[in-house]
């Protein structure tokens, strides 16, 4: 079952479209709330990704938030010199960056977190928990059919 027809089909107003604007907006808004901090919208995004553990390297960083790899380069060059994260060589193996947070950057997480959670709840006022629960839930099965399509294509261009 198709949910749009190319014929009626409005960008602008459609699913994607309003991610993206919503997004766009987003990451404009958290620049301006973390200024005071120092940080960016995607500062925030790369922290908060080195603070989870869920990426070690700047490549799985760049894998994990789909960044360009040139930029992530310079992202953490730039957080380097704000003192807020390190590179160190990987004990397991030595060709390995592994790029970490600073006891700064550990001392200014919760200021930051508080200053974007803030920006949220202002983003989704007026909805109640279950329905920010249902628009998650809806948000990982657009999330896990374009991971599915994207390993799809894959194995079709392998």
């Not at 995607?42 to 990704?49: A, G, I, Q």
């Not at 803030?118 to 948000?139: C, H, I, P, T």
């Amino acid at each position: 079952m198709s949910i749009y027809d190319p014929k009626t089909y409005q960008p602008r107003d459609a699913a994607p479209g309003l991610m993206g604007r919503i997004r766009a907006l987003l990451f404009d808004t958290l620049d301006a709330e973390l200024a005071p901090l120092g940080l960016k919208a995607t500062d925030y995004v790369v922290l908060v990704t080195l603070a989870n553990d869920a990426a070690p390297t700047a490549s799985s960083v760049c894998s994990l938030i789909a960044h360009d790899p040139g930029a992530m380069t310079r992202k953490i060059d730039a957080l380097e010199k704000k003192g807020l994260v390190r590179r160190v060589r990987s004990e397991k193996d030595r060709r390995a960056i592994h790029i970490e947070l600073t006891p700064e950057a550990r001392k200014l997480y919760p200021r930051m977190m508080a200053t974007v959670v803030g920006v949220v709840n202002d983003y989704l006022e007026g909805f109640s928990k279950a329905e920010v629960r249902q628009m998650e839930e809806m948000l990982r099965r657009i999330l896990g059919n374009a991971q599915a399509r994207a390993a799809s294509s894959n194995e079709d261009a392998a």
